[in-house]
T-cell receptor, first 113, second 115 residues
Framework: AQSVTQLDSHVSVSEGTPVLLRCNYS??????LFWYVQHPNKGLQLLLK??????LVKGINGFEAEFKKSETSFHLTKPSAHMSDAAEYFC???????????FGQGTELSVKP | GAVVSQHPSRVICKSGTSVKIECRSL??????MFWYRQFPKQSLMLMAT?????????EQGVEKDKFLINHASLTLSTLTVTSAHPEDSSFYIC???????????FGNGTRLTVT
């Protein structure tokens, strides 16, 4: 069975402080994993992707994520939050060729001034 | 980067009418496109997978006669909500990808309101 669990439905940080959005996955296959961001009433924008190359993946806007097979995790981090980072974030799993993408439930990130 | 254009971004229609939403991949050919529905504060729910030149594959519980999908070319898929009712009001998002394991590229979504 394949699944994605985003451990926090809502995360609130202050501007300039680090961001950590947690994602755990379950897959019988070698997974591809993605993080997407969604601003209100918009589609999803790809932040970064892991496809079995380097385990530390750098994305856009200063975000990065580390694939840890032993922990079945793919947490998203950013050293310093910006107000414009406030949005909904989705962790997404592609577990096998031709398979459907599995979406996490999303984490809403709030950034306080 | 890959761009997916979705149109219209917002539509209001009367109950009983039909609404067509277009999804275009602007700079790549997409053999497969996906249609999602998103309720407020929730994740995306896959409605159907649209394959160029063949019938769409619908997820369990999605009425294929209500949500008509046509994938006429490698760059265009359409979703028609037929005989719309207020409960069909939602945010609909399309996506496309070049190949398996490639990231999905999403349209900006369509906010449908049925009055």
């Amino acid at each position: 069975a394949q699944s994605v669990t985003q451990l926090d439905s809502h995360v609130s940080v202050s501007e300039g402080t680090p961001v950590l959005l947690r994602c755990n996955y379950s897959s019988s296959y070698s997974p591809s994993l993605f993080w997407y961001v969604q601003h209100p009433n918009k589609g999803l924008q790809l932040l970064l992707k892991y496809t079995s190359a380097a385990t530390l993946v750098k994305g856009i806007n200063g975000f990065e994520a580390e694939f840890k097979k032993s922990e079945t995790s793919f947490h998203l981090t950013k050293p310093s939050a910006h107000m414009s980072d406030a949005a909904e974030y989705f962790c997404v799993l592609n577990g096998r060729q031709g398979g459907k993408l599995i979406f996490g439930q999303g984490t809403e990130l709030s950034v306080k001034p | 980067g890959a761009v997916v254009s979705q149109h219209p971004s917002r539509v209001i229609c009367k109950s009983g009418t039909s609404v067509k939403i277009e999804c275009r991949s602007l700079d790549f050919q997409a053999t497969t496109m996906f249609w999602y529905r998103q309720f407020p504060k929730q994740s995306l729910m896959l409605m159907a997978t649209s394959n160029e030149g063949s019938k769409a594959t619908y997820e369990q519980g999605v009425e294929k006669d209500k949500f008509l999908i046509n994938h006429a070319s490698l760059t265009l898929s359409t979703l028609t909500v037929t005989s719309a009712h207020p409960e069909d009001s939602s945010f609909y998002i399309c996506s496309a990808r070049r190949a398996d394991y490639s990231p999905l590229h999403f349209g900006n979504g369509t906010r449908l309101t049925v009055t």
